[in-house]
Antibody
Framework: EVQLLESGGGLVQPGGSLRLSCAAS????????MSWVRQAPGKGLERVSA????????YYADSVKGRFTISRDNSKNTLDLQMNSLRAEDTAVYYC??????????????WGQGTLLTVSS | SYELTQPPSVSVSPGQTASITCSGD??????ACWYQQKPGQSPVLVIY???KRPSGIPERFSGSNSGNAATLTISGTQAMDEADYYC?????????FGGGTKLTVL
């Protein structure tokens, strides 16, 4: 059974930093690209960052580019998101999601339970 | 940038068929998938590659995609199907989510 367990959320002041982690199990972690998808309170879903299975290719949404860094440790089956220069608009539940599919038919077939980041003074 | 548009809300009576649309330019040329999200819970994939159901998803969930719209259909809707539903597609190697539709079963 695939399990994704996020941790690291909390309350941070504007301009601060935080690191989210996702522990994965139940699948061959290194074979799958992973993403961080966030959901602001009462809003929809937004993919903020992604990383290939090997870790060699990364993606960032324009809204977080230059502030967030995604990384993975395939030896420990963990996915991280380092978030710097945090803003109020980064407040959201952050989900770790496993990507499946191929070519143009990618989809997220497993999601973690989410971790809440609140950016406020 | 590519956009997917969903109606904010859809209502259906128990036992009836619910249809939720997702519109996008030439969406039929892409693959669409759908997620169900109940309050306080994580999204769950219910349809992928336009019309495939993951293991464990009831047969009453089906999908189609052609032209400029994808549709999620729930036949014999049950109270437990009340949730937010999001469509998703890929465009130029970028994930695009629809804004979500709140399905009310009443």
């Amino acid at each position: 059974e695939v399990q994704l367990l996020e941790s690291g959320g909390g309350l941070v002041q504007p301009g601060g930093s935080l690191r989210l982690s996702c522990a994965a199990s139940g699948f061959t972690f290194s074979s799958y690209a992973m993403s961080w998808v966030r959901q602001a309170p009462g809003k929809g879903l937004e993919r903020v960052s992604a990383i290939s299975g090997s870790g060699g290719i990364t993606y960032y949404a324009d809204s977080v580019k230059g502030r967030f860094t995604i990384s993975r440790d395939n030896s420990k089956n963990t996915l991280d998101l380092q978030m710097n220069s945090l803003r109020a608009e980064d407040t959201a539940v952050y989900y770790c999601a496993k990507r499946s599919g191929d070519g143009s038919s990618y989809y997220f077939d497993s999601w973690g339970q989410g971790t809440l980041l609140t950016v406020s003074s | 940038s590519y956009e997917l548009t969903q109606p904010p809300s859809v209502s259906v009576s128990p036992g009836q068929t619910a249809s939720i649309t997702c519109s996008g330019d030439k969406l039929g040329d892409k693959y669409a998938c759908w997620y169900q999200q109940k309050p306080g819970q994580s999204p769950v994939l219910v349809i992928y590659q336009n019309n495939k159901r993951p293991s464990g998803i009831p047969e009453r969930f089906s999908g189609s995609n052609s032209g400029n719209a994808a549709t999620l259909t729930i036949s014999g809707t049950q109270a437990m199907d009340e949730a937010d539903y999001y469509c998703q597609a890929w465009d130029s190697s970028t994930v695009v989510f629809g804004g979500g539709t709140k399905l009310t079963v009443l």
